[in-house]
């Protein structure tokens, strides 16, 4: 049997060790305490949560061995050196791919704040033994129920975007095959360029064939294709669109600006091929027709849909379905407060955005307090479903048939509510956590 190669090799871990079996970690070399927190920080990274996050849990293992860490991170990969007393060690770790993994980034926090207390005594193998357990976790749910979490995602979002019936159903099934497809090709290490493009186009083909099938057989409207769009939305790159931001605010900038550039590249993925099936399919970007609900109807069920919204969302994030909910339930309430600022008070979209990102960062607080969830968990899910998808889409499209005035206005009310979202989260961090509104 030939043998297989990777392009981004394994790391023997446990190599680390071998000169110091059965020896507490903090009696071990700087090399074996530099591969336990080096480690941790690419096991963080791979979770995709933000590199402040990453470099403040490679310095609280530090502190706890007795050393001194510096780390760059970037979306990828870490250079970090370890330095005690006249001695330093530096080393590049990579990831091969990123992604989100919200149980696994649970476990990594509670590794990191229990370090103290459950593992300085342990040695070093027995702390990579413990770390090989965390890293085997991957998905818990398989390609079937990811796609229904998008299905269900993508058909709350419809209506939240002003969708009806036919609009929900049709793009329940293209955003259920989409993610099946996209879950199916991941466990393949498929490329990002190939996953993202196969994955929105089966979703608006088959968002297409249902929505014809209705059409022959009901009185369908022909202005019902509309929500062709939403059955493409479990694609947003919420999470690094999100840690972008954040990672900018601290200063991050190699981290911020590459999560920026690959959210970047998602959506014009994403985006382009959506166009180019439009055109093959002659589907337009139209208005939704009105749903003529009363706006304590519209209230109501806007709770509802935000709530399973974020549900879908949060399990595509691999959330358990417990916190998958709790992060429902933020969600609710500040996606809710969001439209009604805009319907009601006649917010701008983008203020409305901010302050809806504002309250959701608030109640992550709150909650992470009292029940111990890591906050980006929370916070992130329950903000995906404010990123303007269609606002992005609608913009491609009109540039693509070169209507450039309509795509820039589209284009801007889009990057308006980009640049509001993280901005609420950052306020709700810097307002309540201490560490984080420090500079050092």
């Known amino acids: 049997?030939?043998?297989?190669?990777?392009?981004?090799?394994?790391?023997?871990?446990?190599?680390?060790?071998?000169?110091?079996?059965?020896?507490?970690?903090?009696?071990?070399?700087?090399?074996?305490?530099?591969?336990?927190?080096g480690r941790t920080g690419i096991m963080l990274l791979s979770c995709g949560t933000g590199a402040w996050r990453v470099r403040s849990?490679?310095?609280?293992?530090?502190?706890?061995?007795?050393?001194?860490?510096?780390?760059?991170?970037g979306l990828l990969s870490i250079e970090y050196t370890c330095i005690a007393g006249g001695d330093c060690y530096t080393e590049s770790l990579c990831l091969f791919n990123t992604g989100v993994n919200t149980s696994k980034l649970y476990r990594m926090e509670l590794?990191?704040?229990?370090?103290?207390?459950?593992?300085?005594?342990?040695?070093?193998?027995?702390?990579?033994?413990?770390?090989?357990?965390?890293?085997?976790?991957?998905?818990?749910?398989?390609?079937?129920?990811?796609?229904?979490?998008?299905?269900?995602?993508?058909?709350?979002?419809?209506f939240l975007l002003g969708g009806g019936p036919t609009e929900m159903f049709c793009a329940f099934l293209g955003a259920g095959a989409g993610n099946y497809l996209r879950a199916k090709m991941n466990q393949h290490h498929l490329t990002l360029f190939l996953c993202t493009a196969a994955s929105v186009a089966l979703a608006c083909v088959v968002y297409t064939i249902s929505f014809m099938a209705l059409k022959s057989g009901f009185d369908v409207s022909i202005h019902h294709q509309a929500g062709y769009i939403c059955s493409m939305l479990f694609i947003i790159p919420g999470f690094p669109f999100i840690t972008s931001g954040i990672d900018l605010a601290k200063l991050d900038m190699r981290s911020g600006m590459e999560r920026l550039t690959y959210a970047i590249i998602i959506i014009a993925v994403a985006t382009l091929t959506a166009w180019m099936l439009a055109l093959v399919l002659h589907l337009k970007p139209m208005d939704f027709l009105p749903l003529g609900l009363n706006k304590f109807q519209y209230l109501i069920f806007r709770l509802i849909a935000s709530f399973f919204g974020v549900l879908g969302f949060s399990v595509m994030f691999n959330s358990p379905l417990r916190l998958a909910a709790t992060a429902g339930l933020i969600g609710a309430?500040?996606?809710?407060?969001?439209?009604?600022?805009?319907?009601?008070?006649?917010?701008?979209?983008?203020?409305?955005a901010f302050l809806g990102a504002l309250l959701a960062g608030l109640l992550a607080s709150m909650i992470k307090t009292s029940i111990g969830y890591p906050r980006i968990s929370l916070t992130v899910p329950s903000i995906v479903i404010m990123v303007p998808g269609l606002y992005l889409y609608r913009?491609?499209?009109?540039?693509?048939?070169?209507?450039?005035?309509?795509?820039?206005?589209?284009f801007t009310e889009a990057f308006l509510i980009i640049m509001a979202l993280p901005l609420g989260l950052i306020?709700?961090?810097?307002?309540?956590?201490k560490t984080f509104r420090q500079c050092s």
């Not at 306020?427 to 956590?433: E, G, L, P, S, Y």
């Open 333 to 352: 309430i500040a996606n809710t407060t969001r439209l009604e600022l805009v319907d009601l008070a006649s917010f701008p979209p983008a203020a409305a």
């Open 1 to 37: 049997m030939e043998e297989e190669f990777h392009n981004h090799m394994r790391i023997p871990w446990h190599d680390y060790t071998r000169k110091s079996l059965g020896h507490p970690i903090t009696e071990a070399s700087l090399s074996e305490k530099a591969s336990i927190i």
């Open 427 to 433: 306020f709700a961090r810097i307002i309540t956590d």
């Open 111 to 158: 590794f990191v704040n229990k370090f103290a207390t459950n593992c300085k005594k342990m040695s070093g193998d027995e702390l990579h033994t413990l770390l090989d357990q965390i890293h085997e976790i991957h998905g818990f749910y398989s390609p079937p129920f990811l796609g229904l979490a998008a299905a269900v995602a993508c058909c709350a979002f419809t």
């Open 57 to 73: 849990s490679m310095n609280t293992l530090a502190r706890e061995l007795g050393i001194t860490c510096t780390a760059d991170i």
């Open 395 to 410: 913009a491609i499209y009109n540039i693509g048939i070169t209507s450039i005035n309509t795509g820039a206005y589209w």
